[in-house]
């Protein structure tokens, strides 16, 4: 099970944080990918840590401004919003793949644990 948390509105330039709390997961053996969805478009990968191989991925809109980190005592993955803008408006979810490396980028098909997702609104 995947409870996301840490969504709300904030303005343009602004920062959230997303956190990601896995319970009843063998958690070494998963990746944790955060995804989201925007009204009227496609669910798209944002970003990825795997505790299989330490790998990260970051899609191009979001480098340089958010960043995935881990508690493994929490056995919780966060992801850092920076600099929002408009466009990152979206449902944002994580969801968990076994035995998945990041290096491929994000393939939500491989991805069978899913989160209820959490609202993040950037507006002035």
């Known amino acids: 099970q995947l409870v996301e948390s840490g969504g709300g509105l904030v303005q343009p330039g602004g920062s959230l944080r997303l956190s990601c709390a896995a319970s009843?997961?063998?958690?070494?053996?998963?990746?944790i990918g955060w995804f989201r969805q925007a009204p009227g478009k496609e669910r798209e990968g944002v970003s990825c840590?795997?505790?299989?191989?330490?790998?990260?991925y970051y899609r191009d809109s979001v480098k340089g401004r958010f960043t995935v980190s881990r508690d493994d005592a929490r056995h919780t993955v966060y992801l850092q919003l920076d600099s929002l803008k408009p466009e990152d408006t979206a449902v944002y979810y994580c969801?968990?793949?076994?035995?998945?490396?990041?290096?491929?980028?994000?393939?939500?098909?491989?991805?069978?644990?899913w989160g209820q997702g959490t609202q993040v609104t950037v507006s002035s």
């Open positions: 009843g997961v063998t958690y070494n053996y998963y990746a």
């Open positions: 840590l795997s505790r299989v191989d330490g790998s990260t």
């Open positions: 969801a968990a793949a076994r035995d998945y490396t990041c290096l491929s980028g994000l393939h939500p098909g491989l991805f069978g644990s």
